[in-house]
C-alpha cells in the first residue's frame, strides 16, 4: 500500500534477479488484485449500496494503517529500514501536523459520498475485512522477520495495480452517478501519486535478501496476498447475498 515499508539498501554484489522477478510475478498474477469484484469495480458496477459498503470496509485498513506500520516497525531489526519506516509511519501521520494524516483525506472522501466517519467507524467489519487486518498485523510481528518482509513485497507490489483498477471505477462513479458528483477523491489520486516514489525502491527490495531466506519470503507475500483477496471477495459475496446472508457475513463487533 501506499507507504508501505522498503528497505534501500543495496548490496554492492547484486545477485540475480530471478527470485524477485518470480515473485513479482506471482503477486501481478494473484487472486489479490485478478478477481471478479476488482474487475466490476474497475468499470464502475456497483449499485451505491455496494460502493458505500466498499468506502467503510476499506475505511477500517485505513484506520488501522498507522498501527500496522508500527507493528512492522517494531519487528525491523536494522536501523536503515527502521528509519525509513518511521518516516513513512510520520508522513502517514502529518509530519507533526496531526490535521495533515492520511486518515482525514479518507474522511473527506467519505463525508463527500454522504457518510459520516463517526458513524462508518461504527459499522461492522465483515468478517473477511477482519481477517485482513489482523492477518496483516500478524505477518507484520511475525517472528520470522523475513515473513514480515515477504508480506510488504506483496503489498508493495500489488498496489500500483490495486489504485489502478479501483481509481477509474471511482471516477466512473463520480461522472455517471448524479449522487457521487461532488465524490472527493483526493485519497486515491495522492496515493496513486505517492506509489510512483516507490517503484525504484520496491525493484531494489530484495536484493539484499540471502537465498535461504526466500522460503519465508514466499510464505509471507503469499499469506498477505490471500487475506487481501479474501477481503475483495468477501465484499463480492456480501453484494450477493440477501440481507440474511448479508448479516451473518459480519463478524462479531471488535475493538478497534
Ligand atoms: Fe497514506
Given at each position: 500500500m501506499a507507504?508501505?515499508f522498503?528497505?534501500r ?12 522477478t ?9 487472486g ?6 476488482l ?10 449500496e455496494?460502493?458505500?459498503q ?16 508500527a507493528?512492522?516497525?517494531a519487528n525491523t531489526?536494522?536501523?536503515e ?11 502517514e501521520l502529518?509530519?507533526?501536523?496531526p490535521k495533515k494524516?492520511h486518515?482525514?483525506?479518507y474522511h473527506k ?9 463517526v ?5 461492522q467489519?465483515l468478517?473477511?475485512t477482519?481477517?485482513y ?5 500478524s ?15 506483496g503489498?508493495?507490489h500489488m498496489a500500483?495495480?490495486m489504485?489502478d483498477?479501483?481509481i477509474?471505477?471511482?471516477?466512473n462513479?463520480k461522472k455517471?452517478?448524479?449522487e457521487f458528483?461532488q465524490?472527493?477523491?483526493v485519497?486515491?489520486t ?5 506509489e510512483e516514489?516507490?517503484?525504484?525502491a520496491?525493484m531494489r527490495a530484495?536484493d539484499d535478501?540471502p ?8 510464505k ?10 479474501g477481503f475483495?471477495?468477501g465484499l463480492e459475496?456480501?453484494?450477493n ?13 471488535t475493538?478497534v
Amino acid at each position: 500500500m501506499a507507504g508501505f515499508f522498503v528497505p534501500r539498501k543495496i548490496r554492492e554484489m547484486e545477485k540475480p534477479m530471478t527470485f524477485t522477478t518470480q515473485l513479482r510475478s506471482f503477486v501481478l498474477n494473484h487472486g489479490a488484485v485478478n478477481n471478479p469484484y476488482l474487475d466490476r469495480f474497475s468499470e464502475g458496477r456497483l449499485t451505491d449500496e455496494e460502493f458505500r459498503q466498499f468506502a467503510v470496509q476499506f475505511f477500517f485498513f485505513v484506520k488501522h494503517f498507522p498501527r500496522i506500520l508500527a507493528v512492522l516497525l517494531a519487528n525491523t531489526p536494522n536501523d536503515e529500514a527502521a528509519d525509513e519506516l518511521a518516516m513513512i509511519l510520520t508522513s502517514e501521520l502529518g509530519d507533526g501536523n496531526p490535521k495533515k494524516r492520511h486518515e482525514y483525506l479518507y474522511h473527506k472522501f467519505l463525508r463527500s459520498i454522504g457518510l459520516d466517519p463517526v458513524v462508518a467507524a461504527r459499522e461492522q467489519r465483515l468478517h473477511s475485512t477482519h481477517e485482513y487486518i489482523e492477518g496483516l498485523a500478524s505477518l507484520n510481528g511475525h517472528e520470522n522477520y523475513q515473513v514480515a518482509m515477504g508480506a510488504s513485497f506483496g503489498l508493495e507490489h500489488m498496489a500500483i495495480s490495486m489504485w489502478d483498477l479501483l481509481i477509474p471505477g471511482i471516477m466512473n462513479l463520480k461522472k455517471t452517478v448524479p449522487e457521487f458528483k461532488q465524490m472527493n477523491t483526493v485519497y486515491w489520486t495522492f496515493h496513486r501519486a505517492l506509489e510512483e516514489q516507490h517503484e525504484e525502491a520496491m525493484m531494489r527490495a530484495l536484493d539484499d535478501v540471502p537465498a535461504e531466506a526466500e522460503a519465508s519470503l514466499q510464505k509471507g507475500c503469499s499469506e498477505v496476498l490471500d487475506l487481501l483477496e479474501g477481503f475483495w471477495m468477501g465484499l463480492e459475496e456480501a453484494s450477493n447475498s440477501n440481507p440474511l446472508n448479508v448479516e451473518a457475513g459480519f463478524a462479531e463487533l471488535t475493538t478497534v
